[in-house]
């Protein structure tokens, strides 16, 4: 299992060969109700409406399908499926891209009847970010609009909205921010680099988000590629560091590095995440990071963030890579896609998450509005 989407009741989790459909209305007692067959690898996805859109990885051979269809030899790229009927996903589209599709974040654009995915190469030779649009009348139509250089492939891309307007692409040595409109220029089809950030160390940048106020930027890597046991006390600190900057200028504002380490049997790096809408303004971050579990992490204080809670469980055995490979928050409950176990469901009541904003739906990558800070919240 990979990465995972919300839309009302529903939570879409990719995999490795399709995805899920599960119904999350018990949080207690979720339940499969669909399943889509799509077998090329990662399965990043995201879903609007009724329309799911799936990363393909890698060249197909040929003698592969997805919903029910041969792909073509060479396909990589995205594939759009209508899930009207939960029961029963229905491909509807694809686009082939020249770099595949490792991952997918997906931005409404409501004026122009439109979703836009902007797509994270599989390449390390395709510096640039994939601007894709699905039109929500005829998804069959979907085609790649154009390539904004990027000056390194772009793993995640983390995009915040509302009074931000901003897309950070997580790759190579560090992490490039874009403006999507506003006073510093761009628009969601052209965006426009403000800054670029290098962390010393750091050869796989991999994520980004954003505090809901748009003024911080949160960054993470991936030494070892996700199946190496790159959280050991024997590791460089900064194998799991989370890093912080100004959101506007891209200046250091401080990171925090995981005390919990984990065995050598472990895979382990700093994985995905995103940050809980509080109306109390306070900023939390989710994360699933493999063997290492799931953790809460206050960062309202950059300088000085804080590990609130975390499940942490023993090794896999036999030895096997595994763990959660996605940890996000959604209407008042955390979701962790795990690779071998499927969907765990955690719930966390502590004070500090109290008086979250509750959304009709989550694609974690983008960020559609802002919250402004209150008073008394400190910056460093």
């Known amino acids: ?28 007692d979720p339940r499969q109700v669909g399943r889509a067959f799509c077998n090329g690898d990662q399965g990043d996805v995201v879903v609007f409406k009724n329309l799911v859109v799936r990363s393909w990885n890698s060249n197909a051979p040929g003698t592969t399908t997805c919903g029910g269809e041969l792909v073509p030899a060479g396909f990589e790229g995205l594939h759009i499926f209508d899930i009207s009927d939960k029961t029963s996903p229905k491909l509807v589209g694809s686009v082939d891209l020249p770099c595949g599709s490792h991952t997918a974040t997906g931005i409404p654009d409501r004026k122009n009847q439109r979703l836009l995915i902007y797509n994270g190469n599989s390449s390390t030779a395709c510096p640039w970010i994939d601007i894709v649009e699905v039109p929500l009348q005829d998804p069959e139509n979907a085609s790649l609009i154009r390539n904004e250089p990027s000056d390194h492939t772009c793993h995640d891309i983390g995009v915040i909205l509302g009074g931000a307007m901003k897309a950070a692409c997580a790759g190579g040595e560090g992490v490039r921010v874009f403006s999507l409109g506003g ?67 891209g200046a250091k504002v401080g990171q925090w590095t995981m005390t919990r380490t984990q065995s050598a049997t472990e895979n382990c790096t700093l994985h995905n995440l995103n940050t809980i809408p509080l109306k109390s303004g306070r900023d939390v971050l989710v994360h699933g990071s493999y063997q290492s579990g799931t953790s809460l992490v206050d960062f309202t204080d950059p300088a000085n963030p804080v590990e609130l809670a975390w499940s942490d469980p023993p090794p896999i055995v036999p030895t096997d890579i595994g763990g959660a490979w996605s940890s996000y928050w959604y209407n008042d409950y955390i979701y962790e896609t795990n690779i071998t176990e499927g969907l765990n469901v955690f719930e966390y009541t502590g004070p500090q998450v109290k008086g979250n904003f509750t959304l009709n739906y989550m694609n974690p990558q983008t960020q559609e509005f802002t919250i402004k800070a209150k008073g008394g919240k400190k910056r460093s």
């Open 183 to 249: 006073k510093n220029g761009g628009s969601l089809e052209d965006p426009e680099l403000l800054y670029h950030v290098v962390e010393p160390g750091v050869t796989i940048g991999h994520s980004a988000a954003w505090s809901w106020d748009g003024k911080v930027l949160i960054f993470g890597h991936e030494p070892g590629g996700g199946v190496a046991p790159e959280c050991e006390a024997t590791d460089p600190a900064l194998n799991y560091t989370y890093f912080f900057y100004d959101g506007d200028t």
């Open 1 to 28: 299992h990979t990465d995972i989407a919300f839309w009302g009741k529903f939570a879409i989790q990719g995999n490795w060969d399709g995805f899920n459909i599960r119904d999350i209305s018990d949080p207690d």
